[in-house]
């Protein structure tokens, strides 16, 4: 006998079954993504403030604004080739996570005592090594702990979370100059608040259960073999990341950009408020899709987007021109970051997923020291809109590396 549930089936019927038996996103991903917004709103809240300090308390040059950014960024993504393969090794992925968000933490209040850019660089430095510290371990977990089937929207998810943080901080920043004018070193101390309720976070949110399977992994017979990622098509994820680093300069650029067009000083965090805003509310929806069709169309769609927010940011040096580079900026952000992380989990070995993620930021970290310096070096020499066109040629270039690669998703593309 057949019923009238039986007869709309049909093709739609397994779809629709499988909407309604889709696994529900794990609570460690969800207080990972709760970690990440806390020391995002810590960290952004001196971080849409610090290149306004190094330049106007400090008088730091551009190009050493970009030294300061680069070598910071670059420190994280280094430290990540380390903790990722030590946590592929040895586990302890969740005390690592904690090593690395509390180093982030510590730091913290050097910036408020700092009266030289020697100081500031140090402290920026070993707040990104703990941030490379904790990437590595964190992203493995997400993927060990989500099923493979909706990888796409636990890692948007987490992204949005990380995101939110990234535009409350600069809004409790800009917040707090209303109340003290220009006291940059008092909104530093501040920002240790959300980097306390973090480390609580990990402590009683977050589980890991695999280390006992990944101490009994046999030991590796050499460096080589400690850091290797044998897959063709990490491989070509890698490169793609050092493209896109190259195009994916610091946003200290985008603020030093809004205050020569006249933005208060006040109102300058507001932009990173509003391109962490469009980051934050488009990262979950491009993650979900990203589990339905080739994540690659998303990257180059992103890439677009990109190049269109430097060249936006480049001929317009208005407010309203600044405004609508940032968006283009947040949604590129968007299609990009969560999407690289699904990739990275799909491409690499499970045994080695914690040292894929950590060389791709590695890779992705010498690309970024490059842009930092070589984007002051052209706003010193040739002028700030140069430095968005350097940026929109390298997101150009990587749209074109997206066409050379093909994911081999769940879905059996190659």
Known sequence: ??????????????????????????????????????????????????????????????M?????????????LVAKVFSGAIADRFGHRKLLVLLGYGLGVLAKPVFALADQIWI?????????????????PRDAIVAAVTPKSIWGAAYGLRQSLDAAGAFVGPAIASLCLWFWTEDF???????????????????????????????????????????????????????????????????????????????????????????????SLS??????????????????????????????????????????????WGLHLGATQGVFSLLIAESAPEEKRATAFGLFNFASGAAILFAGLFAGFLWDEVGAAATFWGGAVF??????QTLRVRSRTRFGQT
Not at 64 to 76: N, P
Not at 120 to 136: E, M, P, Q, T, Y
Not at 283 to 291: E, M, T
Not at 395 to 400: D, T
């Open 1 to 62: 006998m057949t019923s009238s549930e039986d007869k709309t089936t049909g093709a739609a019927g397994p779809q629709l079954r499988a909407g309604l038996d889709r696994p529900g996103i794990p609570r460690t991903v969800w207080a990972l993504g709760f970690v990440s917004l806390l020391m995002d709103v810590s960290s952004e809240m001196i971080h849409a403030l610090l290149p306004l300090f190094m330049a106007g308390t400090l008088g730091a040059s551009a």
């Open 64 to 76: 050493m604004i970009g030294l300061v950014e680069g070598v910071g960024e670059s420190a994280a």
């Open 120 to 136: 500031v660089l140090a402290a920026r430095f070993f707040d990104r090594i703990g941030k490379g510290v904790r990437g590595a």
């Open 185 to 279: 070193r008092t909104i530093f101390w501040v920002a240790l608040i959300p980097g306390a309720l973090c480390i609580l976070t990990i402590l009683f949110g977050v589980e890991d259960d695999a280390d006992r399977a990944v101490k009994m992994k046999p030991a590796p017979t050499g460096i080589r073999e400690f850091f290797a990622v044998r897959s063709p098509l990490f491989t070509q994820v890698l490169v793609l990341g050092v493209i896109f680093s190259l195009a994916r300069f610091s946003n200290a650029f985008l603020v030093l950009r809004a205050a020569d067009c006249g933005i208060p000083t006040a109102a300058v965090p507001l932009l990173m408020v509003g391109m962490n805003l469009v980051f």
């Open 283 to 328: 990262s979950y929806p491009v993650g979900r899709l990203a589990d339905h069709i080739d994540p690659m169309k998303l990257l180059a769609l992103g890439l677009i987007l990109l190049a269109a927010g430097d060249v936006v940011t480049a001929l317009f040096a208005t407010p309203a021109g600044i405004i609508a580079g940032v968006v283009l």
């Open 395 to 400: 997101a150009l270039a990587a749209v074109v």
